[in-house]
């Protein structure tokens, strides 16, 4: 399944907007698809910069503790990418006229493109992502609404089941998920390669047998007679193909689905551990620091006031809080 990597799921949806007559927004009149852009320009993103930073509002993503990446795009029209690319040779040779239009791709509406990458309750997302969703829509129903307002049958969406069920008729499958927490390459166990040539090796084995006998009675030795009936071409040389090419096809299977497993997860790679792990290296940073001019002697105790202040076990607490950039610790400026 490709949505689901590393532990994390990998969320891709297409949602189309009705995008017909004119609508009023805050006082404005306007097509429902340049309000969509309008709200989806609006919606405070995280506080991860200087300047996000003095707005003070955050992402109503940041409610939701499993939220690592989310984005959306409007697609109004896919690009035009060219025409096909063809041999200038065949083109001269066949008089192709290159100013005669070639089919362009289009959609009937605008569409909503939404991805979101978030972790999972279980390694095999039993449930996702329709769980995920519904946590969405209890932490964050206005902002979804004012988003998907003017989307095909969107007023079928009443509950957070009803919104999980919308969005996940939308969705495509996630063929290139995007992780970046592995700092070290993960032992993976590889595929048998002496499991996966048995079959056809056997099969192989036969076909060579047969040939060998076929080949030393039309040399006319004596010893060879009693392969006449073996070597001959009755059912070896048949079964020694039909090994090879279920040998062949069992060994493709078991490649395409050996390399369709997951990706496992990356040690403390969920966002809970992620947002423990950047609170305690700015703190261990800052009591690194502190302890420069301090006699060796009193390392010690201050280290150990170190973790009962900031308990590195504790993942609910202290830590940085979700969509921020830096954690306030101890000492900061309100």
Not at 115 to 138: C, I, K, N, Q
Not at 279 to 307: C, K, M, N, S, V
Request: net charge negative; hydrophobic share 45%.
């Amino acid at each position: 399944m490709a949505d689901i990597d590393v532990c994390s799921y990998f969320f891709t949806a297409a949602i189309p907007v009705c995008n017909e007559g004119i609508v009023e927004h805050d006082g404005m009149k306007s097509s429902p698809i340049h309000v969509v852009r309008q709200v989806l320009e609006t919606l405070p993103t995280a506080l991860q910069s200087h300047a996000t930073q003095e707005i003070g509002i955050n992402s109503p993503f940041s409610r939701n503790l499993r939220t690592h990446f989310t984005r959306f795009i409007v697609l109004d029209q896919p690009y035009f990418n060219g025409r096909d690319h063809s041999n200038a040779l065949v083109n001269a040779a066949m008089a192709t006229n290159l100013l005669d239009p070639q089919p362009v791709d289009q959609i009937p509406c605008p569409y909503i493109l939404w991805t979101a990458d978030f972790d999972l309750l279980d390694p095999a997302g039993t449930g996702e992502p329709g769980r995920y969703l519904e946590e969405l829509w209890l932490e964050m129903e206005p902002e979804l609404r004012s988003i998907f307002q003017y989307c095909y049958q969107f007023d079928t969406v009443t509950d957070p089941a009803s919104f999980a069920r919308y969005i996940m008729r939308c969705q495509v499958e996630t063929t290139m998920p995007f992780h970046d927490y592995w700092y070290v390459p993960p032992k993976l166990k590889s595929i048998s390669i002496p499991g996966l040539a048995a079959i056809p090796v056997l099969g192989l084995a036969l076909l060579a047998g047969t040939l060998i006998a076929w080949l030393l009675r039309l040399a006319g030795w004596a010893w060879a007679a009693g392969f006449a009936h073996w070597g001959g071409w009755s059912w070896a040389p048949w079964a020694g193909i039909a090994l090879v090419v279920i040998g062949v096809a069992i060994g493709y299977h078991r490649i395409l689905s050996w390399g369709a497993r997951p990706y496992p997860a990356a040690p403390g790679s969920d966002l809970r551990h992620v947002l423990k792990s950047l609170y305690l290296q700015q703190a261990f940073t800052r009591f690194a620091i502190e302890q420069q001019h301090r006699d060796p002697g009193e390392w010690g105790a201050a280290f150990r006031r170190f973790l009962e202040i900031h308990r590195p076990a504790d993942l609910d607490g202290p830590t940085q809080p979700p969509g921020v950039i830096r954690s306030t610790l101890s000492g900061d400026a309100a």
